[in-house]
């Protein structure tokens, strides 16, 4: 994991460019690679002054260097609310499960508080990867969730 930085746009919007990404999140993450760039520009930036909220974002990257996922973890209301997108070519292969599983220890480590996820209910795998890793589901009214979508269903990981 590296702090996200604009230098991997190009590669990552390959890896995110892809209708399979837009199906498991429910919507389009990218449309142009000019519009992917200007989207990590404002991540980048991080959260808007006096908004209770912090941004912390990773790069998830393979032994080589090549940027395959993003990590977040958005801080407000004593929770860290997480999240994570990965290219379809990675897959499968237990990349998100370490990548999160880093998130979550590193959450933890700083004490951020309890880990929620917001997940579309179509998406099966991120749900599984979530309870693998000791999530449990829980009613989308228990925290005011950022990232929470009509429907979806919420997850949390109490801090150790």
């Given at each position: 994991?590296?702090?996200?930085?604009?230098v991997d746009?190009?590669?990552?919007?390959?890896?995110?460019?892809?209708?399979?990404?837009?199906?498991?999140?429910?919507a389009?993450?990218?449309?142009?690679?000019?519009?992917?760039?200007?989207?990590?520009?404002?991540?980048?930036?991080?959260?808007?002054?006096?908004?209770?909220?912090?941004?912390?974002?990773?790069?998830?990257l393979?032994?080589?260097?090549t940027?395959?996922?993003?990590?977040?973890?958005t801080?407000?209301?004593?929770i860290?609310?997480?999240?994570?997108?990965?290219?379809?070519?990675?897959?499968?292969?237990?990349?998100?499960?370490?990548a999160?599983?880093?998130?979550?220890?590193e959450?933890?480590?700083?004490?951020?508080?309890?880990?929620?996820?917001?997940?579309?209910p179509?998406?099966?795998?991120?749900?599984?990867?979530?309870?693998r890793?000791?999530?449990?589901?829980?009613?989308?009214?228990?925290?005011?969730?950022?990232?929470?979508?009509?429907?979806d269903?919420?997850?949390?990981?109490?801090?150790?």
């Amino acid at each position: 994991m590296r702090p996200l930085t604009i230098v991997d746009s190009d590669v990552s919007f390959e890896a995110f460019d892809d209708p399979r990404v837009a199906e498991a999140l429910g919507a389009p993450l990218v449309k142009t690679r000019e519009a992917w760039r200007a989207s990590l520009e404002r991540v980048i930036a991080g959260a808007p002054a006096g908004s209770g909220t912090q941004w912390h974002d990773w790069t998830a990257l393979l032994a080589d260097g090549t940027p395959i996922g993003r990590i977040e973890a958005t801080l407000h209301d004593g929770i860290a609310e997480i999240g994570y997108v990965f290219g379809p070519r990675w897959w499968g292969r237990g990349y998100a499960t370490e990548a999160v599983g880093w998130l979550v220890d590193e959450v933890d480590r700083r004490g951020w508080g309890p880990c929620w996820a917001a997940v579309a209910p179509a998406n099966e795998a991120s749900i599984r990867l979530l309870r693998r890793l000791g999530f449990r589901q829980r009613d989308p009214g228990e925290a005011a969730l950022q990232s929470f979508d009509p429907g979806d269903l919420t997850f949390v990981r109490p801090s150790s």
